[in-house]
């Protein structure tokens, strides 16, 4: 299969998902080595990137090797997502994506994220100022609406298309919803149904196998997995075991901590790489108790040693 989004050809299905504080370069550069077809980054606020913050510029982080990479902004003002969208069309990237899925209360208090399957005028606003001022192709990430009551993901879709957006993205749940129940695929199919380009499905795909199921399923365009790709970029990769040894696990943390220390200077978050490594071991017998020594790491080269000494443990066995 062989996705066409603008000028670029993807050519497989599977896609990572945006993730504050998780989708930077050293995690995007990893999954794109175990087969993710297309990554996303972690959400940008348009008004920093405006202002020219520096946390929002860090994000901006990219390289050839990653390409092609979507940039994901978010924001309630049309005008300064606009302005934010010209910003990043700038950047050598494959495409802007709007947040409209996005249910932490702190964003959604703004307006921004979720809150927009409420308010699909406001909504229409942001995707046409973004499709105007953006050189680059647009993507949408929605949920399937604001609650039970208020499912929107059909008509914010056409008002997207409508709009100019070349895919959309769906977390097959509502805002209420969180991240928990059932993913409703109805919404997605009849989302699907409702525009002419591409719509990705996302959720609860927690294996390449149930990816590739959901493909045959429901005939989306593509997968996109989030948190199920953390400490477990293998998830990406057709033919590798799904539930990999102790030593594949260090090996692919070990490749992850290369990445990181190459790209991100002077050092690595300790939080957000910690974040990461622990969940490497989820799922195995001793995951418990490397969690709790990883948790106890409180500089990022003890939590580097940490890792190598396991590794050689592991290794020699």
């Known amino acids: 299969m062989i996705f066409p989004f603008g000028t670029t050809h993807i050519k497989n299905p599977f896609v990572l998902a945006p993730m504050a504080g998780c989708t930077d370069l050293p995690f995007r550069l990893l999954c794109r080595e175990h087969g993710a077809a297309l990554c996303y980054s972690e959400m940008i606020d348009c008004h920093g990137l405006v202002s020219q913050e520096q946390e929002c510029l860090d994000l901006l982080l990219t390289n050839a090797a990653e390409q092609p990479v979507i940039m994901q902004l978010y924001g309630n003002d049309p005008f300064m997502m606009g302005e934010a969208a010209a910003i990043l069309s700038e950047q050598p990237i494959a495409g802007i994506d709007i947040n409209m899925g996005c249910p932490m209360e702190k964003i959604v208090q703004t307006g921004a994220g979720a809150a927009l399957m409420k308010n699909p005028r406001l909504a229409e606003k942001i995707i046409t100022s973004v499709c105007n001022t953006s050189t680059k192709p647009v993507t949408v990430k929605i949920r399937t609406g604001w609650n039970q009551h208020t499912i929107t993901a059909p008509e914010i879709s056409k008002i997207a298309e409508g709009a100019g957006a070349q895919a959309i993205a769906i977390h097959g749940r509502t805002w209420t919803d969180g991240f928990t129940g059932p993913i409703d695929h109805a919404v997605i199919v009849q989302t699907m149904k409702s525009v002419a380009i591409p719509v990705f499905a996302n959720g609860d795909i927690t294996s390449h196998e149930e990816g590739l199921a959901l493909l045959r ?13 953390l400490g477990a970029p293998w998830i990406f990769s057709g033919g590798v075991n799904q539930q990999p040894s102790m030593a594949y696990r260090i090996k692919t943390l070990l490749r992850h901590l290369e990445l990181a220390e190459t790209h991100l200077v002077p050092e690595p978050s300790l939080s957000k790489i910690r974040n990461h490594a622990w969940k490497y071991f989820r799922g195995t017998t001793n ?21 190598h000494t396991l590794a050689e443990r592991v290794f020699q066995q």
Not at 298 to 303: G, I, V
């Open 287 to 307: 995951g418990p108790a490397i969690r709790k020594q990883i948790d106890a790491t409180t500089t990022y080269p003890e939590l580097r040693d940490f890792i």
């Open 217 to 229: 399923k429901i005939g989306c365009a593509g997968v996109m997995i989030g948190r199920a790709a």
